[in-house]
């Protein structure tokens, strides 16, 4: 059965899920995305991934700041949607949203729900080392991410894996999901299990203040850091690379052995500097000096001019 959908999103994680619907061949009468932003070296207005990829179906797109008004709430409802489906939109849904469509609104979310509720939970998983994650399809309540489960796939996290690459499994497993559930929807046979109420966390959005690396922290703790924040916005820290200081953000990391005082470089053999955690070492595989390219440790080191004993801030 074909479904009338109102779409609401705007990163690129949301793009391979709108693509699906759009494949299944169900109506969507209106794609919701936050407002075009400055970008670039000349900073002119960019539409979001999502914006871009629903004009290329001929597909309206409304911008709206907010959903609280009155006006921006009849101009939802009167889409007259089935049902909307919500993936990393970014503004709050207010109860007359909420109940607008006759189905209500679906939510994809990228976390094993109730642990990472909120704005960044594919980088807090990998921050704190969980081994595993999901992408749901959940049914959206006026809580932050509080609704009953419809759809879950469950995904591994390798030691090594990175938010990008977390990123990007999860969005093309969603997209798959998002359109299971919708069919299940549209037979009346898509059930709910309400979310357990022990083991709540909260994915709180990133800030600057936190991508330092504290290489005290031990050599998990800083491995974690490392991928959880990469590709961006990316953890850094300072170095003497050519006779100077210059940041450096660290975007692949190896945990590795041996130790000595933390920030120390142990190694500037191989696949990239190897630098004291205190309890283990990390080596720093892929790294990008400011206002450069990323580059493998290798290529790095043949530039850096790293000895062994230096510490690394």
Known sequence: MTLRIVFMG???????????????????????????RPAGRGMD?????????????????????SLKGEAEQQQFADLEADVAVVVAYGL???????????????????????????????????????????????????????????????????ENMTAGDLHDRLSGLGGDLMVRALAALSRGALTE????????????????????????????????????????????????????SERVKVLRSQIADGSGAVGEVLSVEGNGPVISCGDRSVR?????????????GEEFLRGAKLSEGDIVR
């Open 10 to 36: 705007t990163p690129e994680f949301s793009v391979p899920t709108l693509m699906e619907i759009v494949g299944q061949g169900h109506e969507v009468v209106a794609c919701y995305s936050q407002p075009p």
């Open 45 to 65: 207005l960019k539409k979001s991934p999502v914006h871009e990829a629903a004009e290329s179906f001929g597909i309206p797109v409304l911008t709206p700041t």
């Open 92 to 158: 709050l849904l207010p109860k007359a949203v909420l109940e607008a469509p006759r189905d209500g609104c679906l939510n994809l979310h990228a976390s094993l729900l109730p642990r990472w509720r909120g704005a960044a939970p594919i980088n807090r998983a990998i921050m704190a080392g969980d081994t595993e994650t999901a992408v749901q399809v959940m049914r959206m309540e006026e809580g932050l991410d509080t609704g009953p489960v419809c759809m879950s796939e469950t995904v591994a996290i390798d």
């Open 193 to 244: 299990t309400p979310q357990d109420q022990d083991g709540v966390t909260y994915a709180r959005k990133l800030s600057k203040d936190e991508t330092r690396i504290d290489w005290s922290t031990g050599a998990k703790a800083v491995h974690d850091h490392i991928r959880g924040l990469s590709p961006f916005p990316g953890a850094w820290c300072e170095m003497d690379v050519g006779g100077k």
């Open 284 to 296: 720093l595989v892929q790294v990008q000096r400011a206002g450069k390219k990323a580059v493998g």
